[in-house]
């Protein structure tokens, strides 16, 4: 039986391993676009139940109040295992039904290179996901090729016009800058809904940064890529492709 997906498409998808990390990597731009009209939303594949701080349900708790801060349309957190994303088939079908589901036309990544074997491994995770979700014959409620002529897919196939990486924490050149300068106090509030993680405690504390110097240093990165792109605050990201330009007398950002 096929099932009619009644909601509109998302604009833009930003996946990411952990909640929290699109507050952190390209919070200002999803808000910047949903001021613009467009539909953005977030699918974290982890729950977060392998944190040094929280757990699962505190931390449902706080990407629900961050989305609503980040003005996202749709967030959902899937069930793969935090501190074991996996790029296997059973989890590219997981991410492939999302993309199915909500159609976006943007997927946003991480960058490809990091620390976190998560981060990483979610990137090529959701780029082979994309592919998969544009396989008109691949069932992805089963993995298994729809060869019966009878055969009604649930979700139809869909693959995103444009995928970026977000690059803020990569030793990279960015490709581009979206300048967030508006928007950098909310995208602050976003990540400090995060209570579990950011407000000070003893648990953890030799990990992570003080509350009182988050916002220096969120605010010192975002400066940084501000100052590449003459703005004030900037988010940095990174595209595979070749840029297209139609008029040059459009570039933005002074040489001299």
Same mark, same amino acid.
């Given at each position: 039986?096929?099932?009619?997906?009644?909601?509109?498409?998302?604009?833009?998808?930003?996946?990411?391993?952990?909640?929290?990390?699109?507050?952190?990597?390209?919070?200002?731009?999803?808000?910047?676009?949903?001021?613009?009209?467009?539909?953005?939303?977030?699918?974290?594949?982890?729950?977060?139940?392998?944190?040094?701080?929280?757990?699962?349900?505190?931390?449902?708790?706080?990407?629900?109040?961050?989305?609503?801060?980040?003005?996202?349309?749709?967030?959902?957190?899937?069930?793969?295992?935090?501190?074991?994303?996996?790029?296997?088939?059973?989890?590219?079908?997981?991410?492939?039904?999302?993309?199915?589901?909500?159609r976006p036309r943007i997927m946003i990544l991480p960058?490809?290179?990091?620390?976190?074997?998560?981060?990483?491994?979610?990137?090529?995770?959701?780029?082979?996901?994309? @592919?998969?979700?544009?396989?008109?014959?691949?069932?992805?409620?089963?993995?298994?090729?729809?060869?019966?002529?009878?055969?009604?897919?649930?979700?139809?196939?869909?693959?995103? @016009?444009?995928?970026?990486?977000?690059?803020?924490?990569?030793?990279?050149?960015?490709?581009? #800058? #979206?300048?967030?300068?508006? @928007?950098?106090?909310?995208?602050?509030?976003?990540?400090?809904?995060?209570?579990?993680?950011?407000?000070?405690?003893?648990?953890?504390?030799?990990?992570? #940064?003080?509350?009182?110097?988050?916002?220096?240093?969120?605010?010192?990165?975002?400066?940084?890529?501000?100052?590449?792109?003459?703005?004030?605050?900037?988010?940095?990201?990174?595209?595979?492709?070749?840029?297209?330009?139609?008029?040059?007398?459009?570039?933005?950002?002074?040489?001299?």
């Amino acid at each position: 039986m096929t099932e009619t997906i009644t909601h509109a498409p998302l604009d833009i998808l930003a996946l990411a391993a952990h909640r929290d990390d699109v507050e952190q990597t390209c919070g200002g731009t999803l808000l910047k676009m949903a001021e613009r009209g467009y539909r953005t939303g977030i699918v974290d594949l982890t729950q977060g139940e392998m944190g040094t701080r929280g757990n699962a349900e505190g931390r449902a708790r706080e990407a629900g109040d961050a989305a609503q801060l980040l003005r996202v349309s749709w967030r959902q957190a899937l069930d793969i295992p935090d501190g074991r994303v996996e790029n296997t088939w059973e989890n590219r079908l997981k991410v492939a039904r999302v993309i199915r589901e909500q159609r976006p036309r943007i997927m946003i990544l991480p960058y490809w290179k990091g620390r976190h074997p998560d981060h990483y491994t979610a990137s090529t995770l959701g780029y082979e996901a994309c @592919f998969l979700a544009g396989l008109a014959k691949l069932d992805v409620l089963t993995g298994q090729p729809a060869v019966d002529s009878h055969f009604k897919e649930s979700v139809p196939p869909h693959r995103p @016009f444009k995928i970026i990486y977000a690059s803020l924490y990569a030793d990279v050149r960015p490709t581009f #800058v #979206v300048d967030i300068t508006r @928007f950098i106090d909310q995208r602050h509030q976003a990540l400090m809904a995060y209570k579990s993680q950011y407000a000070n405690q003893q648990t953890g504390s030799a990990l992570f #940064v003080p509350e009182e110097e988050i916002r220096e240093r969120t605010y010192a990165e975002a400066r940084h890529y501000g100052l590449l792109a003459g703005v004030r605050f900037g988010e940095p990201f990174v595209q595979k492709e070749v840029g297209l330009v139609d008029d040059l007398t459009l570039l933005p950002v002074q040489s001299i």
